[in-house]
């Protein structure tokens, strides 16, 4: 929604209407299988670092259950990387960092240990595998933004309800993606689409929009309204998802995308893929990956 400048400087160009909050979606029925713990609670024990996670991964393949431990490389280094300080790829002053922020290279190096323990299932998300991945029970786990149980419960099919649940996810929170609203200077009713994107954006559309799809609200006073805190979704086990995905929304602190972000990101998960797939070693998928990115952002 375009309005004047902000006390800070800034120009307020939208409003938000969700964010991706994350939480850990998981098989309860592979977990029993694999041995390990299927309560919620005990699960997110399991991994309260990466380290965690990755452990227990390799307790479960150790257990030959038929599955793999987690869909894609893709997923898992998207999550640890917003955990590794307060910008990726570019510095405040949108100078590309890929090369030197440590983080980074942290998130990289941490996912090839987990393709490199044969944990992922090496599928592409959104690819028809993928989606038949969720009723075959291809894969373990997989970190879930709130508006993706649509997806899961909507691939996975009814007679796989309640073998799915939510636990927290590794780390200290987590977000993957988000939206916002905007009008348009060239709108003929300015007015009226400002007050219907007031409407949207507010505490109540929030909420609302959450109950019936899943898009996790952006407001903090949405975020505490009892109707999301304590939401719960039968698909999932009744998993308390209004809680979980709170939590993991107000853990994680605001992390900086600099303005090629998304095209130095597409660049590093086409690096990861080919780590994944055998065609590069993890050292030259990284090369790779800061090349790539230095050219998508020229």
Known sequence: MAAGPHPRGTKLVGLGTDIGAQGMCYRTDLFKKAGLPTDREKVGALWPTWDAYLATGKRFAARDTGAHFFDSAGSIYQNILMQQGDHTYYDRDNKLVIDSNPGVKAAWDKTMEMVDADLSGNIAQWSPQWNAGFKKGTFATIPCPSWMLGTIEKQSGP????????????????????????????????????????????????????????????????????????????????????????????????????????????????????????????????????????????
Do not use: C
Request: net charge neutral.
């Open 159 to 298: 007679e796989n309800a309640g073998k799915w649940d939510v636990a927290r996810v590794p780390g200290n929170g987590a977000v993957r993606g988000g939206s916002f609203l905007a009008v348009p200077e060239q709108s003929k009713h300015q007015k009226e689409a400002a007050e219907l994107v007031t409407f949207l954006t507010s505490t109540k559309g929030q909420t609302s929009a959450f109950k019936a799809k899943n898009n996790f609200p952006s407001s903090p006073q949405a975020i505490d309204d009892p109707a999301v805190r304590d939401f719960t979704n039968p698909y999932f086990s009744d998993a308390p998802v209004g809680t979980i995905f709170g939590a993991s929304a107000k853990a994680l602190k605001p992390v900086y995308l600099g303005p090629d972000n998304n095209p130095v990101g597409d660049r590093v998960g086409m690096a990861l893929v080919a780590v994944e797939q055998g065609q590069l070693t993890p050292g030259e998928g990284w090369r790779k990956a800061v090349e790539d990115a230095e050219r998508a952002a020229k």
